[in-house]
């Protein structure tokens, strides 16, 4: 098979990587792909939201397998693009339909959903421009700290969350009225605040039957101890030592089961991944976000512990016969600490030389920000390079990637030194 993969980070590295294992692979290409996928795939210098531009390539180089890394593709309608172009057509693509990644797109859909499912999820209302008054009057029925989501995709920037009511309330207009984060912000989500602890639960479908893939739980915060900045992510770790047998029952049961059967029931085309981010409040998971593909750095940690091959699973999504498809999954954790460059998420530099990548030994570094530059691989992006291990226990795999990283440098590099703290 041919394969196009779309996107650039290391989810996509990780996901490469995993797709150029199978012997169903003969090639693959990745748009516009980093400096790792560029050693073990072709990159092709094209973006992901550029459809056109996908499709002269896709019809050029005879693909007959796309698979969508990140979400804005997706939310921009690429799957029903390709079902609705006659030369198009008979070529999967791994990734919901437009309807479906409206599960990302927006908060508000996100909601109405997970209520019609009976899905456990904090109360919420949603707000406009018109509403803005009652929007301020809800808050004041709400306790602190209060919780504001932009409805639409915003750079993972679009959640607010607030102790005093005033600032709350002010906030809430800077999203409606000033359009804070411009079209994603003209309606907002308040909703109650949830507290525990969050993980992160994959789930590959067909659209009819699905797979659990392992759970991961994400380093969300720039800096020790889980403090500082909201980030992309800086660390995650497979499996998770809190997520039991009881507690995955009750997450397959209340949130899994029902969130495949709600797709069905509205007729919705979901051939992809489903991101389920959830919190353990006391005993119980709630659902505290969905997303339409796989989490990064997750996905660093989700995909090595995949032991079946990926083509194959993908396949079966793409045929409706996931049912007859079997899962493997490694035994081993793993663990990724991601490097960042000095001053993310806030501004930062780029085109760092990094260097020690040939040293690295019993890990794996995932390049998420980099790219080729006269023979150097060098800083491109914040998140840089994921470098993930495996090991009999999850700090048995973390000790390991934590002694590869000091083998590794570029200026101004930063990371967490960390993770698993909590576990
Ligand atoms: P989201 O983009 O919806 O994942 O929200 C970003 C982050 O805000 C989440 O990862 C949580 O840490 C936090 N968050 C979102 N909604 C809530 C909530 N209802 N209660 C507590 N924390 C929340
Ligand atoms: N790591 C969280 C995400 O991918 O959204």
Redesign the pocket.
Same mark, same amino acid.
């Given at each position: 098979m041919k394969i196009l993969l779309l996107g650039s980070g290391g989810r996509e590295h990780a996901l490469a990587w995993k797709i150029t294992q199978s012997p169903k692979c003969d090639m693959l290409f990745v748009a516009p792909g980093n400096a790792g996928t560029a050693i073990i795939a072709t990159n092709v210098a094209i973006n992901p939201n550029d459809f056109d531009a996908v499709k002269k390539w896709v019809l050029a180089e005879q693909i007959t397998m796309v698979v969508v890394g990140p979400e804005d593709p997706l939310v921009n309608g690429i799957y029903d693009f390709f079902k609705n172009d006659t030369e198009l057509a008979d070529i999967p693509v791994i990734g919901p339909s437009k309807h479906g990644a409206e599960l990302e797109g927006s908060?508000e859909f996100a909601k109405k959903f997970l209520v019609k499912n009976n899905i456990p999820t904090?109360a919420y209302d949603s707000f406009t421009k018109d509403t803005v008054e009652q929007g301020c009057k809800f808050l004041e029925t709400l306790q602190p700290p209060y919780?504001l989501?932009a409805d639409g995709l915003a750079a993972?920037k679009?959640?607010l /969350?607030l102790q005093d009511l005033k600032e709350a309330q002010q906030e809430l207009r800077n999203m409606l009225v000033d359009a804070k984060f411009g079209n994603a912000s003209s309606k907002v989500v308040i @909703? *109650?605040?949830?507290?525990g602890i *969050?993980l992160s639960c994959f789930v590959l479908t067909d659209g009819k039957s699905y797979k659990l893939l392992p759970m991961a739980k994400d380093y969300?915060r720039i800096g020790e101890g889980d403090t500082g900045l909201?980030t992309g992510g800086m660390g995650a770790v497979s499996p998770v030592p809190f997520a039991d047998a009881e507690f995955m029952q009750k997450i397959e049961e209340r949130i899994v089961k029902p969130t495949i059967a709600g797709l069905q029931n509205d007729a919705i085309d979901y051939k992809g991944f489903v991101f389920i981010?959830l /919190?353990k409040v006391g005993n119980d998971p709630f659902v /505290? @976000?969905y997303n339409v593909r796989m989490g990064d750095p997750e996905t660093e940690v989700v995909i090595p512990r995949l032991k079946s091959d990926i083509v194959t699973l993908f396949e079966a999504v793409a045929n409706q016969k996931l049912d007859e498809a079997v899962l493997e999954i490694d035994e081993r954790s793993a663990a990724t600490v991601m490097l960042v460059a000095g001053g993310y998420p806030e501004g930062y530099e780029k085109g760092k030389v990094i260097t020690g990548l040939d040293k690295v030994e019993g890990s794996i570094a995932f390049h998420a920000g980099t790219k080729q530059d006269n023979g150097a691989i060098v800083t491109n992006g914040g998140r840089v390079i994921a470098v993930t291990s495996y090991g009999d226990s999850w700090d048995e795999a973390i000790k390991k990637s934590y002694q590869n990283i000091d083998k590794l440098h570029f200026d101004k590099m930063y990371f967490r030194k960390d993770i698993g703290f909590d576990l």
């Open positions: 908060k904090a919780v989501k993972g679009g959640v /969350i @909703e *109650e605040f949830l507290d *969050e969300k909201n981010g /919190i /505290i @976000e």
